[in-house]
């Protein structure tokens, strides 16, 4: 059983503080919210249904609670998440992912700039556009792009994957397309059936690291070096 939390003139502290304590209970709806950033940081368990839109920073540190957004949500979503499971039904603003140690991200609308910065080991799907600088940084982890991407997409990645459905502006540093392979094509079905997601999985590229070193030049080879003096 689900239990309404109205935040309409609460502040972040004592909405959050009567959300934990609903929580306790069971599944909590929370509505007019959207002006409220920062809701639901570090939950570690629990279920909340946001009604409506949601403001910045929303999940920020989650810690293994599951949040749905049934509208769109603000900047910086679900911000140095651990676990757990972040869905938005409408669009995001920028850095959706930030930072993220694990857990799932589900935009099914498109997300602003900067999503998945300096991702550590999370899933993110975002289900149609992105802006620019996606990725950035990426440590690990899986980003999904259902759409189109913006520029530098990938800067300087270090580790993990990118699925791209559509086209991008360009590619950031440290970056190559490879080929898809039947174990990527089944787990990128899997996830968009899942989170009832229309696409097919077969039109996606993949785009991983060129290089495990993407901040130094490599050294030349003796060969090499052989090579140039003649």
Not at 164 to 180: A, D, Y
Request: aromatic share 6%; proline share 1%.
């Amino acid at each position: 059983m689900s239990r309404a939390l109205n935040a309409s003139g609460k502040d972040l502290r004592s909405a959050s503080s009567e959300l934990k304590r609903r929580l306790a209970s069971g599944q909590v709806t929370v509505r007019n919210a959207s002006r409220l950033d920062g809701l639901c940081a570090g939950l570690k368990s629990g279920e909340v249904i946001v009604e409506g839109d949601g403001g910045d920073y929303l999940g920020v540190l989650n810690d293994g609670a599951t949040i749905e957004v049934k509208g769109n949500a603000g900047r910086y979503l679900a911000d140095n998440m651990t676990k757990g499971t972040v869905l938005v039904r409408g669009d995001a603003g920028d850095g959706v992912g930030a930072y993220c140690y694990g857990g799932t991200i589900v935009v099914k609308g498109s997300a602003g700039d900067f999503a998945a910065v300096m991702n550590k080991g999370a899933t993110i799907i975002v289900g149609g556009d992105v802006g620019d600088e996606v990725a950035t940084y990426m440590l690990a982890g899986d980003v999904v792009i259902v759409g189109n991407a913006g520029g530098n997409l990938g800067n300087y990645l270090i580790r993990g994957s990118i699925y791209v459905g559509g086209e991008w502006t360009s590619l950031g540093h440290n970056t190559r397309v490879e080929e898809m392979t039947g174990a990527d094509t089944t787990k990128l079905g899997s996830w968009l059936s899942s989170h009832g997601i229309e696409a097919d999985p077969a039109r996606f590229r993949k785009i991983v690291r060129l290089s495990e070193k993407p901040f130094y030049k490599s050294k030349p080879s003796k060969t090499d070096s052989l090579r140039a003096q003649k």
